[in-house]
Every structure is written in C-alpha cells, then in structure tokens.
C-alpha cells in the first residue's frame, strides 16, 4: 500500500548479532523440497530483468520462504539509478510505510507487558490531543461556499484508533477536505518534521489542528502509526529508536534495520527512484533525532525476512519470545466495526480486504488485493517495498523496488509468480506416461481456442466475477473522483469518457467528498439500468452530462491459454500477463490426448488438462489438474 507522505527519522546504531542464528537466510539447494519447482522461481528473476531493461525499475530484490526455510533470495539489475553498480540481494531500501508493521509490533509488546492498554485513551499517554477537535466541512446552500466548523470528539481516540487507522488523523494528500487543506498550510510538514525536531514537537504541532473524522468512524490512512511511535516513547521511557533497536533488531539479528544508513553501509543503499513525487523528508544517510514509526526505516530483505518469520512463528523467533501468540492473533484478525466508513479503497469492499492491527487482511476466499489464502496479511510502502505473510502455506514474500509511481502492478505480478511456482502435490512428474488415446481431427479441432483464469494458482484462489457497472477504473485524488482507465469497449469508453475526467455527480448526488467505496456502490447496480453522470473535463467550460447503461463487468483475466490442434495433439501456449504451470509466452507446449476431453503435457510438470462441455457437447472451460488443486478457466472464443 502506498504510503502517501513519508517523514522519517533516526538516530540508531545498526549493531551486528551478537550470537549465531539457527535461521539461514541462504536459499536452500532443492525449493522442491518446499514446494516450489526451480524452473518456475526462476520466471520471477526472468520478468524483473524484463522490467529492468524497459525502464521500469532499476533494480529488485525478491525474498521468498517456505515452512522456515528459504527458497528463494535474489537480485537483479543495479543498485544505481546509472544502471552500473549491480544490485546485491544484501541492498539496503528505504522500506517507508512498511515500517508501520514493525511500529505496531512494538506497541503490543507493550501490551503484553501491560505498559500499554488498546483501550486507553491516547490522551492519557499524550495529555496534549486532549480537547483536540474534528472538523465538520458544511457548504452554504446559497453560495455554493464550504465553511469548516468544529466539534468536540463524541469519544477520545484510543491506542487501537492509532493501530487500525480509525483515528481521524490524516495525510494532507489523501484528499481534498478542509481539514486537509489545513494540514497543507500548517507548516506542519516545513516545521514539524525537520532534523532537529523530535516526534514530541511533531505531536504538538499536530495538535493544533483539527481531526478530519470522529474516532472510530472512518478508516483513511495518516500519520496514526507517528503518533503511536510517541505513545511507544512515553510507554516504554525511551525514544522510539532505541526502543526497537534493543526489544526488536538486536533480539531478531535485524543487523540492516533502522532510521538511517551508517558509514560503512551506504555503498548497500539503493538509489531513490528518479521524478518520484514522494519523497522522504530527510536525507537517510544522516542521523536525525525524529523517529517516523510510519515511514522512516531502511532495511533489507533478509531482515525483514526475519521479522516475518517472528510473525509466522506466533510471535517467536529462533527460540526469542517477542510477542505472545494473543498478541499476534489479534493483530491479525479484523479489528474493524462492521459499521466502519472508507475513505479509500484499498480496505474494504472494493479491495475485498479487512485491517487488523498494523497488517491488511485477506477475508475473501474468492477475491481480494492481498494475496493467498484467507488470513493473509500485508503491507507496503511508497517505492514499491511489499511483503505479504501466507499462514496457511507457511509462506512469506518480500519485494523490494524503488518506483517513483504506480507500484500495484509489480506487486500483483510478483504474488501472481510466487503462488504460479508451487508445485501440484498430486502430480507425479517420475511416472510413465500412458499410451496416448487417438482422436480424429474434428473432434481435436473443437478445442482450439481462448482460455482465461483469475489466477496462476489454486493457493490464491480467484474468481471471475461478474456485476453490473459502466467499465471504468476510478481514483479518488484531492477529495475528487477522477476516472483513471475506461475498459476497452465498456459501456464508459463508448460513452467517450476521458482519463483525468472528474466525475463531480452520479444520479444527481454530488460525490466530492464520499469514501471511494460508497462512490463504487454508486456506480454499479443491475446490469442494463442507466445510471446518470456530470463529468468536468480540462479545456471544457460546461460540464458533461451521461447517460449510461450499466452492463455485465468482467475484470481482465491474469492468465489466458491459447490452444491449437496439431498433428493429433493440441499446443498450448501462454498470453496472459504471467505465464502458468508448464505454459510459456512464445513458447507452445505438446499436449497429447489421455481421452476425447483429457489431456497431458509432454515433458515438465507433465501438467493435466480436461475440458469442460455445455449440454451441445462444446468446450466451454479448461481445468488444469483436475482435482484438489486445479484452477478453471471458461473459453472466450
């Protein structure tokens, strides 16, 4: 998830592991025996390079673990903007709001030694947001003006507000309220977060101004987890560097991790990404004395393989106790109401996914943002850091990038490689093969065709779903809807609406202002209903008014199959995003008849494939390995 404005900090020595460790960050020789065929690994390197040479990033680092044991850790490209110092699997990223994880993970140390109470008011560890207020945004029904008025709280914000982004503390560019536009011209960000400062003056600027929502009414993303950090100070006796440093780096072997890169270890820093709109308040090379607990770490792979693998472990770690088994099962279980208001979408509805106490929760067997299996969990950062933990597959998947922009794609790309490598338990690849069966050419040629799947594997299961919409991709930028992508031939494009249009009303409701998940609920219903838009276009005085007829949406497949017939056997290859199973882009395979609708590849995974029929007896879906573990694709053509 992208962290919208990272003001960092640290003054923290990065020590070396005083004792050995069990835990071996090297890869193992054989990720068959967790799991993982070698080959398929091996496309996440292939597709990095790939990006690498268009431009894309220039460098990536790619950390995958299995049943405490790592079976993948590799670099690629360099570690330079100039392309000509390689990147090593040892580079140290700014990681930005990846560090919110590991802030929360050191306030419910604090909870379980009982120093810190969830419940608690915030203002009884910080007595100066007391009588902070919530900003209440009302327009003259007259002049069209919006004037700001202020309320007092209904209830105090607590420690779990902070934890669950519940609090009413915001980003000044997350939206375009009044109460974001007060954090903009506050100096908060000139003053408050300067090298000199400290996270108690942030605090007591931050105080001044107003909360953009009542606790515990609305999820939007802000600066709860740098607040949190001064709650983990006054807690524990301690600035916030010292605090992890001595309670969680050192006891962890977290020898990489802190608020800033010493001396000896800048040759490891990657570069940060050309024309990337943000940035850290701070040069992390240098020392500071304010701590950002929401954005101000650099780390490297191995580290936070670590500090998953704790997570993973219940809380524990090459035999160190960090947190108790309550405390991480808490964390990642939903902690919101059910009553809760989005501000965004990445938590919610549209992004199918719940937020615990630090950590994005998949709660969607059939779809969802997070990856993997329900009670996955998650987090990013601004440049493309991500890392998702995989309970139920004993999984942990860590990618670091630095992009200055638009990292979503490359992260559904690397957990769509991840889970497309794991090996199907049932297959047998050692077995001979059995006599091929003999189909006459017509029959073989009815397969011939477009296949498409939600995803590459069955471990992270998706489904083609269907519902009724225009076909438009839409953002919430500055308190605006502003349509970002229309779909190629949907009801929005025919309709001739525009990338960067501003979508002001829908049925005559204004949505200036709504949470992004209520604005999609607005915009989908039955499929052949009209629904009514205005539209402001740059260059145009008047704005537009649409008609248009929702139709049956359904997403573009990750992965499609091409199937040919040939010489008594079909030829498969890849055209989707990620290529799946034995199926490869400018490759086709050899599948050789087992009966009239069964089939195998020849060679590989030796991976099975079985038609689906309608009731004429046309191919209608394709099943690859058919059983506990198969993914169903439907024909397309």
Same mark, same amino acid.
């Given at each position: ?247 969680? $780096?050192?006891?962890? @072997?977290?020898?990489? !991790?802190? +608020? *800033? =890169?010493? /001396? ?112 996955? $969990?998650?987090?990013? @950062?601004?440049?493309? !850091?991500? +890392? *998702? =933990?995989? /309970? ?246």
């Amino acid at each position: 998830m992208k962290r919208p404005h990272s003001f960092s900090a640290a003054l923290l020595l990065l020590c070396l592991a005083t004792s050995a460790r069990a835990y071996d960050a090297a890869p193992v020789r054989d990720p068959e025996a967790l799991g993982f065929s070698s080959a398929r690994l091996a496309r996440i390197a292939a597709w990095q390079q790939a990006q690498v040479e268009a431009g894309a990033f220039s460098g990536a680092v790619a950390a995958i673990a299995r049943n405490g044991r790592v079976a993948y850790l590799r670099a690629v490209g360099f570690r330079d903007n100039a392309r000509t110092i390689p990147l090593e699997p040892d580079a140290i990223f700014w990681i930005a709001s990846m560090t919110k994880p590991v802030t929360s993970v050191a306030a419910m140390m604090l909870v379980d030694e009982g120093k810190l109470d969830l419940a608690a008011p915030v203002q009884k560890y910080l007595p100066e947001l007391k009588d902070v207020m919530v900003g209440v945004e009302t327009k003259d029904p007259v002049s069209g003006k919006s004037r700001l008025g202020l309320e007092p709280q209904k209830r105090p914000m607590t420690v779990e507000d902070l934890l669950r982004h519940t609090s009413g503390l915001v980003y000044f560019d997350q939206g375009n309220t009044a109460v974001h536009k007060l954090y903009r011209e506050s100096g908060l960000y000139e003053k408050g977060l300067a090298r000199d400062g400290t996270l108690q003056d942030f605090v007591s600027r931050l105080a001044r101004l107003p909360l953009a929502h009542q606790p515990g009414e609305v999820w939007e993303y802000g600066h709860s987890l740098d607040v949190l950090g001064r709650v983990i100070e006054v807690a524990s006796g301690q600035p916030l560097d010292r605090f992890l440093d001595s309670r969680l $780096f050192k006891p962890l @072997g977290m020898v990489d !991790t802190g +608020f *800033w =890169v010493p /001396p000896e270890k800048r040759a490891r820093l990657v570069d940060p990404p050309v024309g990337a709109t943000i940035q850290p308040d701070r040069d992390v090379t240098k020392p500071t004395t304010l701590f950002s607990g929401g954005g101000g770490l650099v780390s490297t792979a191995a580290d936070y393989l670590r500090f998953c693998q704790m997570l993973l472990g219940d809380g524990e770690f090459d035999g160190v106790r960090i947190l108790s088994p309550a405390a991480v099962r808490r964390m990642t279980t939903n902690s919101l109401p059910l009553d809760i208001r989005f501000a965004t979408g990445q938590i919610g509805p549209r992004g199918a996914a719940a937020f615990g106490l630090g950590f994005a929760i998949r709660n969607d067997a059939a779809a969802s943002w997070v990856p993997g299996s329900v009670g996955s $969990f998650t987090w990013s @950062g601004a440049w493309g !850091t991500y +890392f *998702w =933990v995989d /309970p139920a597959e004993q999984l942990i998947a860590i990618h670091l990038i630095q992009v200055a922009t638009d990292f979503g794609r490359f992260t559904r790309s690397f957990s769509n490689l991840t889970y497309g490598a794991f090996r199907v338990p049932e297959a047998d690849v050692s077995r001979p093969a059995a006599a091929p069966a003999t189909i006459d050419p017509d029959t073989l040629a009815a397969f011939k065709g477009t296949y498409t799947f939600a995803s590459p594997s069955s471990r992270d299961r998706q489904e083609n779903r269907e519902f009724g919409g225009i076909g438009l991709e839409i953002a919430m930028q500055d308190g605006v809807v502003k349509a970002v992508s229309p779909l190629r031939d949907g009801p929005a494009a025919r309709a001739g609406i525009m990338r960067g249009d501003i979508i002001t009303h829908l049925d005559g409701e204004a949505m200036q202002g709504k949470p992004l998940n209520q604005v999609l609920e607005k915009m989908r219903g039955p499929v052949d209903a009209p629904v009514r838009l205005k539209i402001v276009r740059m260059g145009q005085d008047q704005p537009l008014e649409l008609a248009i007829v929702r139709t049956a949406i359904r997403l573009p497949a990750t992965v499609a199959l091409e199937v040919a017939a040939e010489n008594g056997r079909l030829l498969v290859e890849s055209r989707g995003t990620v290529p799946v199973l034995d199926f490869e882009k400018g490759a086709p395979v050899a599948a050789v008849p087992m009966s009239n609708d069964e089939f195998v590849v020849v060679g590989g995974d030796r991976t099975r494939l079985a038609f689906l029929h309608d009731a004429t007896g046309k191919a209608t879906g394709l099943v690859l390995n058919p059983g506990p573990w198969q993914i169903t694709g439907q024909r397309i053509n």
